[in-house]
């Protein structure tokens, strides 16, 4: 069964860091791309960033362009979300997702809550 | 960006009932839609690819529709596990841009 898991959520002030992480099973890792997509409170779906099989290659919304960044372990079938500079807005439920351009497995989500 | 534009929003409907929900893009995206069924708590589902292209696993009574900037999902006999709210995505241009969601509620 493809499980995808992510963990690594809680609360952030203004201007700190988080450290997402999303483990897999269930399919082999190392042959996808996979993603991060968040859906902020009462709002709709938002994708963030893409990593290729490699981890060589990432592309990021301009939403997150330079305060977070994806990587993977193929080794340990990880995918990793590195969240600076984190604003009230980017309070939002985080899926990591596989696939390249749309997305055909999800986690359920870890919840990134920032706040003072 | 491309913008997604989903209608209705909401939809209210019996058990039984054929629903369709219309998503129209900025620009002409080709057959380079999605469409995913979110619940609260749980991982999204991608239900359609390429506008039309059943996932696995996947009721028959869901089919989607549409080329270039018009696009429909269409349920054609609503279960109760249907409930949930439906978005589309387009994925020829980057970045990849969701709608704003339509939440299909029973009547």
């Known amino acids: 069964e493809v499980q995808l898991v992510e963990s690594g959520g809680g609360l952030a002030q203004p201007g700190g860091s988080l450290r997402l992480s999303c483990a897999a099973s269930g399919f082999t890792f190392s042959e996808h791309e996979m993603n991060w997509v968040r859906q902020s409170p009462g709002q709709g779906l938002e994708w963030l960033s893409n990593i290729s099989i490699s981890g060589t290659n990432a592309l990021y919304a301009d939403s997150v362009e330079g305060r977070f960044t994806i990587s993977r372990d193929n080794a340990k079938n990880s995918l990793f979300l590195h969240m600076n500079s984190l604003k009230p807005e980017d309070t939002a439920i985080y899926y990591c997702?596989?696939?390249?351009?749309?997305?055909?497995?999800w986690g359920q989500g870890t919840l990134v809550s920032v706040s003072s | 960006d491309i913008q997604m534009t989903q209608s209705p929003s909401t939809l209210s409907a019996s058990v039984g009932d054929r629903v369709s929900i219309t998503c129209r893009a900025s620009q002409n995206t080709r057959s380079w839609l999605a469409w995913y069924q979110v619940k609260p708590g749980k991982a999204p589902k991608l239900l359609i690819s390429k506008a039309s292209d059943l996932e696995g696993g996947v009721p028959s009574r869901f089919s989607g529709s549409g080329f270039g900037t018009e696009f429909t999902l269409t349920i054609s006999s609503l279960q109760p596990d249907d409930f949930a709210t439906y978005y589309c995505q387009q994925y020829h241009y980057y970045p990849w841009t969701f709608g704003q969601g339509t939440t299909v509620e029973i009547k």
């Open positions: 997702a596989g696939g390249h351009g749309y997305f055909h497995m």
